[in-house]
């Protein structure tokens, strides 16, 4: 019983996680392609739509659009996304320069004026 209680659980972490995942996806996408946080749930909106035309003959069709319809898309929840993104990206920066055993400023500066 209770490893029967495990899976499900497990199964319903996983589901979310995935959700998740893609929301950051969108959230990477969404920039990218200079486009404003509203166009998050566009993309959704589309991934759906086409979703019930390109599983349409599954068995699992419900489940699918399900999935698609927990992805978090609103334009707040991508500006929180990219938030997390960049906030993760300027901790990962700052520890590496915290380790660096050497570092040279005209490297540095030279890269940031390439980019």
Do not use: W
Request: with cysteine.
């Amino acid at each position: 019983m209770l490893q029967k209680q495990t899976n499900i659980f497990s199964q319903v972490i996983g589901t979310n996680y995935k959700a998740t995942e893609c929301s950051y996806k969108i959230a990477q996408y969404v920039p990218l392609k200079a486009k404003p946080f509203t166009d998050g749930e566009i993309v959704k909106e589309t991934f759906l739509s086409s979703a019930e035309i390109l599983f349409s003959d599954l068995p699992n069709k419900e489940t699918i659009l399900s999935r698609i319809g927990e992805i978090l898309a609103s334009p707040r929840s991508i500006k929180r996304r990219i938030t997390d993104m960049a906030e993760n990206v300027t901790v990962k920066q700052t520890t590496g320069l915290q380790q660096a055993v050497v570092f040279s400023r005209t490297l540095f500066i030279y890269q940031l004026t390439q980019h």
